[in-house]
């Protein structure tokens, strides 16, 4: 009977290996990696165990987070493999979940902020119009703040389209 016990116990823990950080904690950090490698690498290892069997918001994080790690190393060779790693984390985010706006989110921010020549800025438009779209569907008051407050400041909105956000 003890074995059977400890079998199940052990099922149901190892079941759940990639505990699912907290999404504030989650956001606090990818806001802070943008000035602080320490965020940064917190990020990361927070998510180090999400996988392609994770929610489609902790692939996306984890494909920011491994981007963000790129804007902190110093081997371009290096860089350059955080970015690809990253790339193909964000992009499986969002063909798991294309209807998450903070997927979408995360991939604006993400391309709206890398340096041209990457060439990974063909969906800016596509994730402004969804976000813009989109806005009035969410319900996490903070999540709307954050992606308000950068819409706001965006250099790819108009500003016939930052004054609608205004009102939001």
Not at 26 to 39: F, G, I
Not at 126 to 138: G, M, N, R, W
Request: with cysteine.
């Amino acid at each position: 009977m003890k074995t059977i016990c400890l079998l199940i116990l052990l099922f149901f823990s190892g079941s759940s290996l990639f505990a699912d950080p907290e999404i504030n904690q989650l956001r606090d950090l990818y806001a802070q990696s943008a000035n602080s490698k320490k965020s940064a690498d917190q990020l990361l290892n927070l998510l180090k165990s999400a996988d392609n069997n994770s929610a489609a918001i902790y692939i996306g994080y984890k494909g920011a987070a491994e981007m963000m790690q790129a804007k902190y190393g110093f081997n371009p060779f290096s860089k350059y493999k955080s970015f690809k790693r990253g790339k193909v984390l964000l992009e499986e985010a969002v063909k798991k979940d294309d209807k998450d706006i903070e997927v979408r989110f995360l991939r604006f921010t993400i391309q709206t902020n890398l340096p041209q020549f990457l060439g990974y800025d063909q969906k800016v438009n596509d994730d402004k119009k969804f976000l813009l779209s989109h806005l009035s569907t969410i319900r996490d008051n903070k999540l709307k703040q954050n992606i308000v407050a950068y819409l706001t400041t965006s250099r790819h909105c108009s500003e016939q389209e930052k004054t609608g956000l205004k009102y939001e």
